[in-house]
Every structure is written in C-alpha cells, then in structure tokens.
C-alpha cells in the first residue's frame, strides 16, 4: 500500500465549478500535511499547509481528518487557472531528515 | 524566486556513463533533497542531506549517490546511467517542517 494515495483523475469540471479532492495517509504518526500544486511540465509548489482546524485561502479551503486519516482539497469556483496536477504531501513522523512523501498528484482540467 | 538552481536543465547520455546532476541554492538551508519523478509514481526520494557531509538513502537509491561538500551545493551522481534512469529530477531545499522548494528540475534521458 502506498503511503499516500490518491484518485489520479483527471477531474474535467467547467470554469465556476466546485471540485473536491481527497487523499489518504497510511501512517498515523504524521504530524505535516500540505496541498502542493504542479503545472505541466514544472516544478511543485506549495499551495497550502493543511491544518487540523481546516484552514482556508481565498477560494482554496483544504481539512484534514486524523481519525481516519485523510486530507481533502476543495476549490470553489473553478477558473481556467486551475488546471494542474495537485500532490498530497505528507510528512513522516519526527525524523532528522525533514522528509515529504508525496501522492501521485490528481489531474484537474478546468474547460471553458 | 531563484533561491535554488539545477543544471543541467536537460541532458542525453549514453547507457554506462556516469552523469552528475548540480543543485545550488543560496538560501542557506540545511535540508536538501533530490527526487525523481516519473508517470504513474509521483515523487520518489533518491537520497536527501541534513547537513555538510551528512547524507542518507532515500526509497530508490541503488544506482545513485551523492555528495554535499558546502552547504550550498548537492550533487546527485548516477554512477553508471541505465534506460531505467530517464527521468526528471528535481531537487528541493528546505529549512522547517514548513514545506519545500524545489528547483526547476533535470529531464535526463538515457540512451
């Protein structure tokens, strides 16, 4: 089992649709979560931090679910803008290298 | 934005080669990464540095080493490059448990 999954897509909304993401985490002692955004053929970047108390940034609202280990990305309004692959990043329990694990990313297309 | 910088930004080899690819960054930070990333897998970890000449394993290191000689500088060597070895490398810094930065990647193809 991966250590953090989620649906691949690609999720083709219109623009002005709201669109939810979810993923999965296998290990519980993971104390990070972040939303990191990658465009075709670029580098990552970070979208947001993930925390336990939901958190929000303009139209991007991202919560997480430690009980059953899942974290979830939601955009509302969707622009052209949009479209990316967004990557579940998880952080392991406390360990010298800071690591990231990161999902395989789940494609969103946005169409006009 | 340039905190961080790979090169090359693109190179072919020949299958038995060995091939270094250079992350720079002028942040300071401690931690430095490098990954690959492939379709279908996402971002594995080939070995990552927690500081000036302390480097460890990451998922998929066999084939790969690297070497960290000044904080600024992370060089990831394929010791003798495979087709299985094409791919894109990214390298990342960061300082915190607050998330990464990455550089703007190395597409390698190997022949």
């Known amino acids: 089992r991966k250590e953090v999954e989620q649906d691949p897509g690609p999720f083709n909304v219109p623009e002005g649709a709201t669109v939810a993401f979810n993923c999965t985490y296998s290990n519980s002692a993971s104390q990070s979560f972040f939303w990191y955004r990658q465009d075709c053929r670029k580098e990552p970047k970070l979208l947001m931090s993930v925390y336990s108390s939901g958190n929000e940034d303009g139209r991007f609202t991202a919560q997480l679910n430690r009980a059953s280990q899942y974290i979830s990305l939601l955009i509302r309004d969707s622009k052209l803008s949009d479209s990316a692959t967004y990557l579940c990043?998880?952080?392991?329990?406390?360990?010298?290298?800071?690591?990231?694990?990161f999902g395989a990313g789940t494609i969103l297309r946005v169409k006009s | 934005d340039a905190g961080i910088t790979q090169s090359p930004r693109h190179k072919v080899t020949e299958t038995g080669t060995p091939v270094t690819l250079r992350c720079h960054q002028t942040e300071n930070h401690r931690y430095m990464y490098w990954y690959r990333q492939d379709p279908g897998h996402g971002l594995r970890l080939i070995h990552y540095?927690?500081?000036?000449?302390?480097?460890d394993k990451g998922e998929v290191s066999d084939g790969y080493s690297v070497s960290r000689s000044k904080t600024e500088d992370f060089l990831l060597t394929l010791e003798s490059a495979t087709s299985s070895q094409t791919s894109v490398y990214f390298c990342?810094?960061?300082?915190?448990?607050?998330?990464?930065?990455f550089g703007s990647g190395t597409r390698l193809t190997v022949v």
């Open positions: 990342a810094i960061s300082s915190t448990v607050y998330g990464y930065t």
């Open positions: 990043v998880v952080n392991g329990e406390k360990n010298r290298g800071n690591k990231l694990v």
């Open positions: 540095s927690y500081g000036v000449k302390d480097t």
